[in-house]
């Protein structure tokens, strides 16, 4: 058993290594991609503030909007907009997840549910998020409400389709050997349907939030006084460059920082990844 151990340990050391390395040369990508960014919007921000004819629109360069972060975030404007936008993106997600997630599952499982709800889905996925804005106005009270529904409505159907897709995938044999040992409805979708439509759920989660991310700042362009949407039109009516840059990166850093915690959550929760290891 000893010479068993002290042979393994080798290969586990590696194993780590291996890891590691691989770690080490993602990071080394994704910092390299980034440099190369920052190098190309450097070169474009020198080619502006050189020209005579484009001298006023300088500020748009690399160095006056790192320049312009410690000011926003000294008086609060990045804290703010990021909590607004971020509250309205977090309720309509969360609805359309509660709404997704269990249509899905009647699309997967009922043939005449699917069979009816098809086209009508279709029909309403296709229309633009942005065309409900003016229903929405007059529906709810609210900005914030006009503006949940909007992220809501467009970023139901990745989540509703990607449930769908997975159910389908599942075996039948699975749930023919549930009902034969007594699984009662609630087993059943506890333990068979959702562990094996995990993947594909978070997976649907992670295209809605990209749907969702890119409809919420349009959004609140219209009557609202808070969120990114709002502060980069302020910035623009106010000729602040620097700062419209500086929030279009930000909005840059946290769709980035959201997409990989999915990303992570896929590759932690999904039974595809407990089965090939």
Known sequence: HRAMSFASTPARQGGFLSLGQIALQRLAWALGGVAVLAALWLVAGHMISSNPKTASYSTFGLIPTLEAFPHMWEEGKIQAASVASGYRLGMGLLIAILIGVPLGVLVGRIKWFA???????????????????????????????????????????????????????????????????????????????????????????????????????????????????????????????????????????????????????????????????
């Open 115 to 277: 069979a009816y709800s098809n086209s009508p889905f279709q029909f309403i996925r296709m229309v633009s998020p942005l065309a409900w804005m003016p229903i929405a106005v007059l529906v709810f009270s609210t900005w914030n409400g006009s503006i949940i529904f909007l992220i809501a409505i467009a970023s139901v159907w990745p989540v509703l389709f990607a449930t769908a897709a997975g159910l389908a995938k599942v075996d039948p044999a699975w749930f023919k050997v549930a009902r034969n040992l007594g699984a009662s409805p609630v087993q059943m979708l506890t333990k068979i349907i959702m562990p094996a439509i995990a993947f594909d759920v978070f997976s649907g989660i992670r295209l809605a939030l990209g749907v969702a991310w890119i409809v919420l700042v349009p959004a609140e362009y219209l009557g609202v006084t808070s969120g990114l949407g709002y502060a980069i039109e302020d910035a623009r009516e106010t000729l602040s460059y620097n700062h419209l840059t500086a929030l279009v990166v930000t909005i840059g850093v946290i769709g980035y920082v959201l997409d990989t915690t999915l990303v992570m959550l896929i590759k932690r929760f999904s039974w595809h990844r407990g089965g090939a290891a």
